[in-house]
């Protein structure tokens, strides 16, 4: 198929000082409650937040009571954020050994939501009875505590990943907004398959990925590029002693953040289905992963045929080439390794397939086979209508079940940029367009990214919020929520990130009308402007649309500013370098159009020789290193409207005789 601790209030306006117009919330990292008392914002959005009362203080000292039946990961985290918020000492005590002057502190109580002192401590905040939930509850009185209770060891976790969102200043310290929640995922599985065309991500990328997924309560990462031969072409080799050495340490990383690495083989290319030594091969490759940690395993069958057979054998065992004989092997091969490996292997999730038929709402033979024929406990993943879907509704759903006699698992191939509509273009826009209430028909969701992984968290971010609350979901809000978390909480950089994203905005599909448009702030700014300028207001006009276009020129240097992770401002090199370069044409475009209002033609046309040299400059950067199959492209900004903006202006400073 195709940080940094800044805090800031949870309404940054996008390009504040710019208009006073279009202003958009830009809620922080680490938020703080906006005047009138509202409570921080909180990604993913939790079945439950309710204010209680006081906030708890950050104490210098601060008490974890915890035991054995604690998670791991989510105290180590815990006394991170305890650390990175005020507390100089952070002491990790049993139940029963809390020392007596332990009031004066801030105590922290980490475990079970049954544990005897946490259930008390929660009072009457609801406890999920449902995998991967939790409850919290933040006291500000006397005792001054906070209890974390979760259903499993993942809800404990995610508790702690909610309870860093909570922090606020006070004063020259910190404090916790008193609240009680009650959250649970609504979807089992949520994260991401790398299973784009190009250039595989690092191990670099990935370790660095895994901590992400924790932050963002996603708990699915399939490892499946398509580029790397042991994955697909050389599905039957064992992995090289070094590459296995970096998949052991990417299952623990996974491991440490609650996501389930699941291992993918792709043998469809050439396998023999009713081979015993091909099926060997695979169970051999499978078991090694077993071995590192792994417990999630995934067969892709997609971008196959099935209008040949690449053994005569199978032929002879399944009948013609075509798509039932393909579903009978499919189906045989699957269920052989649901049942012998999978089932046999202590704590191995059910497995995971992706149909080769995965984009479409047609009954076919292979689908009725793989209904009647598949074992229940396999999880088939489903594009949607179309290998790259507009729109994914409850409807389209709730039919894709019915094909495939089971709740589906979606692989989304949004931001993925590895075919030939997005060439030279990063997908920046929100994750959008998928209905509330797909939870009732998906087991989950995982989105397919881009080559480039740190530019690919914006849409990550929004994907892992929807999967986790669909109901509660608002891509409006998920957006600025992504772009501040790439930025720290830093408020300037979230702005040049919003303006940013909104020249990278253009999602496309296979045709030729993209699911959501190039630049909608930037397009709305520009038909008021060209308004205004028509109805004779043109002075005003000019002053409208210049500090954007000066935002538009000076977001790349603020991006680059180091609130923003590195990782982004590197994948996004050249698409930053082209916008600066476009939002100083622009910039001139304007002042020229100003001069010649002023009746200045030499500065005008001083102006409009500076912009189109600027644009030939913009267009003449390539994306540089690529990583995707459709090399060094020029890198999309804004097109479309920018650009066109420009030749529109461009087309006005002309005397009336050379006009066309």
């Given at each position: 198929?195709r940080?940094r601790?800044?805090t ?7 390009a504040?000082?710019l ?9 922080a990292?680490h938020?703080?409650p906006?005047?009138g ?6 990604s993913?959005?939790p079945?439950?937040?309710d ?6 203080a950050v ?7 915890a ?10 985290r ?5 650390k ?18 332990a009031?004066?502190r801030?105590?922290v109580r980490?475990g079970?939501?049954?544990r005897?002192?946490i259930?008390?401590?929660l009072?009457d905040t609801a406890?999920?009875?449902?995998a ?5 509850r933040v ?10 209770g979760g259903?499993?060891?993942a809800?404990?976790?995610y ?8 922090f606020?200043?006070s004063?020259d310290g910190?404090k916790?907004?008193g609240v009680r929640?009650s ?5 089992p599985?949520?994260g991401?398959?790398e299973?784009f ?8 990328e990935r370790?660095d990925?895994m901590?992400f997924?924790?932050?963002?309560k ?8 398509k ?10 080799d064992?992995y090289p ?8 340490e990417l299952v623990?990383?996974?491991g440490?953040?609650?996501?389930r690495?699941t ?6 290319v ?5 081979d015993?030594?091909?099926?060997d ?16 395993f995934s067969i892709?069958?997609?971008d196959?045929?099935?209008t ?9 065992a399944?009948g013609?080439?075509?798509r ?14 649901q049942r012998n490996?999978?089932?046999t292997?202590?704590?191995?999730r059910?497995l ?6 995965y984009?479409?709402?047609?009954d ?6 793989m209904?009647q ?6 999880e088939?993943m ?5 290998t790259?879907?507009?729109e ?14 089971r709740k589906?698992f979606?692989?989304?191939n ?9 060439s ?11 209905e509330?209430?797909?939870a009732?028909h998906?087991?989950g969701i995982?989105?397919?990214?881009m ?10 971010f929004g994907?892992?919020?929807f999967a986790?609350?669909?109901k509660?979901?608002d891509?409006?809000?998920?957006w600025p929520?992504?772009?501040?978390y ?10 040049a990130?919003?303006?940013f ?11 030729g ?6 630049a ?7 038909a008021a ?10 002075a005003?006009a ?13 977001a790349?240097a603020?991006i680059?500013g ?7 401002t590197?994948?996004?090199a050249?698409w ?10 622009m910039v001139a475009?304007?002042?020229a159009?100003?001069?010649r ?8 046309g001083?102006l409009?020789?500076?912009s189109?040299?600027?644009?030939r ?6 994306v540089?290193?690529?990583r995707?199959?459709w ?12 650009d066109v903006?420009?030749a529109?202006?461009?087309a ?7 006009r066309h």
């Amino acid at each position: 198929m195709r940080r940094r601790k800044i805090t800031a209030t949870t309404c940054l306006a996008l390009a504040a000082t710019l208009c006073a117009g279009a202003l958009l919330p830009v809620p922080a990292a680490h938020s703080a409650p906006v005047p009138g008392g509202s409570l921080p914002s909180v990604s993913p959005a939790p079945q439950s937040l309710d204010g209680i009362g006081a906030a708890a203080a950050v104490t210098r000292r601060v008490l974890v009571i915890a035991d054995d039946r604690t998670d791991p990961a989510a105290r180590d985290r815990l006394v991170r954020e305890l650390k990175a918020h005020g507390a100089d000492r952070v002491d990790i005590v049993a139940p029963d050994r809390i020392p007596p002057a332990a009031p004066d502190r801030l105590m922290v109580r980490l475990g079970p939501a049954a544990r005897p002192d946490i259930a008390q401590a929660l009072g009457d905040t609801a406890v999920p009875g449902r995998a991967e939930g939790y409850a919290l509850r933040v006291s500000g009185g006397k005792p001054r505590q906070i209890a974390l209770g979760g259903a499993d060891a993942a809800g404990q976790f995610y508790a702690v990943q909610t309870l860093r969102q909570l922090f606020v200043p006070s004063g020259d310290g910190w404090k916790v907004a008193g609240v009680r929640v009650s959250d649970f995922p609504s979807m089992p599985l949520r994260g991401t398959i790398e299973g784009f065309y190009g250039a595989p991500w690092t191990h670099a990328e990935r370790l660095d990925q895994m901590d992400f997924y924790g932050d963002v309560k996603a708990n699915t990462y399939i490892y499946a590029p398509k580029d790397d031969p042991y994955h697909r072409d050389k599905w039957r080799d064992p992995y090289p002693a070094d590459k296995l050495a970096e998949l052991g340490e990417l299952v623990a990383r996974a491991g440490a953040n609650h996501v389930r690495f699941t291992s993918a083989l792709s043998p469809g290319v050439s396998i023999c289905y009713s081979d015993r030594a091909d099926r060997d091969s695979l169970t051999r490759k499978l078991q090694a992963l077993y071995d590192l940690g792994a417990r999630a395993f995934s067969i892709p069958l997609d971008d196959i045929s099935y209008t040949r057979w690449n053994c005569a054998a199978d032929e002879a065992a399944y009948g013609p080439a075509g798509r039932t004989a393909a579903a009978k092997a499919q189906v045989d091969l699957l269920n052989d390794l649901q049942r012998n490996f999978i089932a046999t292997h202590e704590g191995a999730r059910p497995l995971q397939m992706v149909p080769t038929e995965y984009g479409d709402l047609t009954d076919t033979t292979y689908k009725q086979t793989m209904r009647q024929s598949l074992d229940p406990a396999i999880e088939v993943m489903w594009t949607g209508t179309d290998t790259v879907p507009p729109e994914i509704t409850n409807a389209q759903a709730e039919k894709a079940a019915e094909l495939f006699g089971r709740k589906v698992f979606v692989w989304d191939n949004y931001p993925v940029n590895d075919y030939g509509e997005t060439s030279g273009r990063l997908l920046l826009a929100p994750y959008d367009k998928r209905e509330g209430g797909l939870a009732a028909h998906l087991s989950g969701i995982v989105a397919n990214p881009m080559n480039q992984p740190y530019a690919s968290k914006v849409a990550v971010f929004g994907a892992a919020d929807f999967a986790w609350n669909d109901k509660a979901y608002d891509a409006r809000k998920s957006w600025p929520r992504a772009m501040a978390y790439l930025a720290g909480g830093d408020k300037a950089a979230t702005e040049a990130l919003l303006i940013f994203g909104d020249l990278e905005h253009m999602a496309p599909t296979f045709g030729g009308t993209p699911w959501q448009p190039q630049a909608p702030e930037l397009a709305k700014r520009v038909a008021a402007f060209w308004q205004a300028w028509d109805g004779g207001r043109r002075a005003d006009a000019i002053a409208a649309m210049r500090p954007y276009a000066k935002a538009i020129a000076t977001a790349p240097a603020t991006i680059r500013g180091g609130s923003v992770q590195k990782g982004f401002t590197d994948d996004a090199a050249s698409w930053l370098d082209a916008t600066a370069l476009w939002g100083r044409a622009m910039v001139a475009m304007l002042d020229a159009l100003r001069a010649r209002e002023a009746g200045d033609d030499a500065t005008a046309g001083a102006l409009l020789a500076e912009s189109r040299d600027l644009q030939r400059q913009a267009r003449a950067i390539r994306v540089s290193p690529p990583r995707n199959r459709w090399g060094s492209a020029q890198p999309q900004v804004g097109d479309g409207v920018l650009d066109v903006f420009l030749a529109e202006t461009d087309a006005r400073l002309q005397p009336p005789a050379h006009r066309h």
